[in-house]
């Protein structure tokens, strides 16, 4: 098989948006034979192009040399090489996520500036980003969906081009095998990520592990699950088609919410997939789908599902998306580590105590709670019709309606009304009373004081 006369062919067939005579390419490279040889392959096709390599500075002398080799790589070829250091350790810590999807980042948002870069340099050439993912990058991207849970787009493997992005992938066809072929054909030297070994990384247990293992039952599985991506994309497309069509008559714009009427989303006969499809643009996670479809057969006029941006709420015979920023929603979510919220009556301010040190106040506007029975996030709403809580001191469940006689709130007084609930159920209701099951004991260990300093 001659391997340069395929990939050309190819790429004319594939990727003819960026033509040979008239583009200028950004190839992302690490060392590794994967690109090397993807760089020598575009090399002998008489592209023009420049080099570009992440140092994430992970692996610490060793990140070094392999920007050396890749620099030597350039000038081997007699081309630009661009070199980015990341400190990807402390980025992943500051933004909460695995070093991983931290390199993923990095690495495709620099892409991005460069590629803008290129664009004002080259006016009149076609701007693209290569990177080498070959066929056993895209086997093990469709394992990992497949056994993580994903829908049909999942399983259609990695896209060969990302247009919103310029992003090329042309070895999608070549397998690992061939690569390594080539590389040793025309003794092209590269370098090993020894993490490759590894099977800390779920890629790698997938490639070093279970794929070998699957191969002595099934000797050609690579090329039929090459053979099912292809059938999948086309799957995939015709998935498309169908669920755009269904959602324009399910999902309803209405201001800043969205309508789905209940008893319409009832009667398609796939639920739970059209449910995916629906909730999946605001926000919420596959896991969700089951709680979603609850809310279709809810006697509960009111019960609502969140995700970090948006919640759903039945209202009646409707269910309504609606973001948690808007005056609609009027639910803040409280995360864990929140210190002040700002809402409509004021702001709270949140402090975890130790109770050793903790004095009971009775102060209408602080409440005193035990931390080991709070689930976060908790939420600040509206009092709603139905709502019910055991106020301190106790046993037995209240409704606020018949709280708020005993009050003597006004109708006014009541709309301005507002609570704090865990797990759907009220904590606080906020300048009034705390409820019972939330009270600090002896045996209480921390206290969270949650203060409203009123507008």
């Given at each position: 098989m001659n391997l340069l006369n395929t990939f050309t062919k190819h790429w004319q067939k594939e990727f003819n948006q960026w033509p040979i005579t008239n583009c200028h390419l950004l190839l992302a490279v690490s060392g590794g034979v994967d690109s090397?040889?993807?760089?020598?392959?575009?090399?002998?096709?008489?592209?023009?192009?420049?080099?570009?390599?992440?140092?994430?500075?992970?692996?610490?002398?060793?990140s070094d040399s392999d920007a050396i080799f890749v620099k030597a790589l350039g000038e081997k070829y007699e081309k630009e090489v661009i070199v980015k250091e990341f400190d990807t350790a402390n980025y992943a810590a500051e933004n909460k996520i695995a070093i991983q999807e931290a390199a993923r980042n990095l690495r495709y948002?620099?892409?991005?500036?460069?590629?803008?870069?290129?664009?004002?340099?080259?006016?009149?050439?076609?701007?693209?980003?290569?990177?080498?993912?070959?066929?056993?990058?895209?086997?093990?991207?469709?394992?990992?969906?497949?056994?993580?849970?994903?829908?049909?787009?999942?399983?259609?493997?990695?896209?060969?081009?990302?247009?919103?992005?310029?992003?090329?992938?042309?070895?999608?066809?070549?397998?690992?095998?061939?690569?390594?072929e080539y590389a040793n054909e025309y003794a092209l030297d590269f370098v090993e990520d020894q993490s490759n070994t590894s099977d800390k990384y779920s890629r790698n247990f997938f490639r070093n592990q279970l794929i070998p293992q699957i191969k002595t039952v099934y000797p050609q599985v690579l090329e039929n699950i090459l053979h099912n991506i292809d059938r999948f994309k086309d799957v995939s497309l015709i998935y498309e088609e169908a669920i755009t069509q269904k959602l324009k008559t399910l999902l309803l714009i209405n201001g800043n919410e969205f309508h789905v009427p209940i008893v319409k989303l009832k009667k398609t006969n796939t639920v739970a997939t059209i449910v995916w499809e629906i909730i999946k643009q605001f926000g919420f996670s596959a896991q969700q789908i089951t709680e979603v479809v609850k809310l279709l057969?809810?006697?509960?006029?009111?019960?609502?599902?969140?995700?970090?941006?948006?919640?759903?709420?039945?209202?009646?015979?409707?269910?309504?998306?609606?973001?948690l920023e808007t005056e609609n929603a009027k639910h803040i979510v409280i995360e864990k580590n929140d210190k002040k919220i700002d809402f409509q009556l004021g702001s709270l301010q949140f402090?975890?105590?130790?109770?050793?040190?903790?004095?009971?106040?009775?102060?209408?506007?602080?409440?005193?709670?035990?931390?080991?029975?709070?689930?976060?996030?908790?939420?600040?709403?509206?009092?709603?019709?139905?709502?019910?809580?055991?106020?301190?001191?106790?046993?037995?469940?209240?409704?606020?309606?018949?709280?708020?006689?005993?009050?003597?709130?006004?109708?006014?007084d009541k709309e301005k009304v507002w609570v704090i609930e865990s797990n759907k159920?009220?904590?606080?209701?906020?300048?009034?009373?705390?409820?019972?099951?939330?009270?600090?004991?002896?045996t209480t260990q921390q206290v969270l004081s949650v203060q409203l300093k009123a507008n």
């Open positions: 090397v040889v993807m760089t020598d392959l575009f090399y002998q096709a008489g592209f023009d192009f420049t080099i570009v390599h992440c140092n994430f500075q992970l692996r610490g002398s060793v948002n620099w892409f991005q500036e460069v590629l803008v870069q290129k664009k004002a340099q080259y006016l009149n050439k076609e701007i693209g980003i290569v990177t080498a993912h070959h066929a056993n990058d895209n086997i093990e991207t469709v394992l990992l969906h497949f056994f993580r849970g994903t829908g049909v787009h999942g399983l259609r493997g990695i896209l060969p081009i990302q247009k919103d992005r310029s992003i090329i992938r042309p070895l999608l066809h070549i397998s690992k095998e061939l690569l390594i057969d809810s006697n509960d006029n009111g019960a609502n599902v969140f995700s970090a941006t948006h919640r759903i709420i039945r209202n009646r015979n409707w269910l309504i998306i609606a973001t402090q975890l105590i130790e109770n050793k040190v903790v004095s009971i106040t009775s102060d209408k506007n602080t409440a005193q709670l035990n931390a080991k029975n709070l689930e976060y996030p908790l939420i600040i709403r509206p009092y709603k019709t139905g709502d019910y809580f055991y106020p301190l001191g106790m046993q037995k469940k209240k409704k606020l309606s018949k709280f708020f006689i005993d009050q003597k709130l006004s109708k006014t159920k009220i904590v606080w209701v906020i300048g009034f009373r705390i409820d019972d099951r939330f009270k600090i004991t002896p």
